[in-house]
């Protein structure tokens, strides 16, 4: 049970910070459908900073350099939708879409050449951290508590003030909602987008660095995130946008994706002798389902998607 906890909490971390992610871009009017090659180039940025930093650093400097490392990659690949979408007016869909494939081709050409670069006959998409990744966690009485929990955490309380306490937060709503009407009170819609998708990208990447280090001390970036990017989007339309559902919705669907790694610890469980691909299906699964059922009554921004036009009104 305690494994299933930790399990839970972890991948709940994920999913919180990549759905909320997706919450800013939607609330500013982005629709960012790339959210899993965000991750992947976070995840690449996390990975390889933890790979190169000295031992000697102490824990919290280490937590603070990986993190800045992953945020800043998810910043830049974020910036890509925002200048096709903003700028350009493209197709905020295909773009997203465009990401998704650049990222994880990337991912692996980058760590290949890399490797190459430090190993002749190593040509594999591997990043190893196995250092680096001891500061991340604590040992509480047998939990392996990832301080990557309380930042979700705190990051989700931050979400919360940010979109409905503070006047960022009501203006980037309201560049969702009516854009003709935020720019006749002054709003700059441009500048608030751009804000929107590159927070996007920062919680993006984190949560791909949240995910690598899940359970492992290394990575073969030819897997990508699983499609952890996408459950994050079914997460963030369960949550209605809104993000204190978000994270209730996450931790239900944290807790199905831990099924699958923790299932054989279960008696109960593993006498139903269900394949192991099954558990890792689930989530997925219940994801389609809460859609169909969802989708109807849920209310996105209206303004998502619709590139603006100052001269419309």
Known sequence: MLLLLQYTLIFTSVLVLVALGGCFS????????GLEGIMVTGALGGALAMKYLSGDLA?????????????????????????????FNADQTLVGTAI??????AAVVIV???????????????VEYRNARKAFLANIGGFEFNWFMLIAF???????????????GLRLCACGEHPQAADSVGINVYKMRYAGVIISGALGGLGGLVYITAGVSEWKFEN???????????VMIF???KPVNIGLAALMFGMFRALSNVYTGFDALAALNIPSTVYNMLPYIISLLVLVFVSKKSRAPKAEGIPYDKGQR
């Not at 939607?26 to 459908?33: A, F, K």
């Not at 998704?100 to 081709?105: E, F, W």
């Open 26 to 33: 939607e609330h500013s009017g982005v629709i960012n459908i």
């Open 112 to 126: 290949r050449a890399i490797n190459t670069a430090e190993n002749v006959d190593n040509v594999s998409s591997t």
């Open 59 to 87: 824990a919290p400097l280490v937590i603070l350099l990986v993190i800045l490392a992953s945020v800043l990659a998810g910043m830049l690949c974020s910036l890509l939708l925002a200048v096709a979408a903003i700028k």
């Open 154 to 168: 705190l990051i989700l309380v931050a979400a919360y003030v940010v979109l409905y306490k503070t006047k960022f």
């Open 239 to 241: 949550g209605q946008w």
């Open 224 to 234: 990508g995130v699983s499609g952890f990017g996408f459950l994050a989007l079914a």
């Open 100 to 105: 998704n494939l650049l990222s994880a081709a």
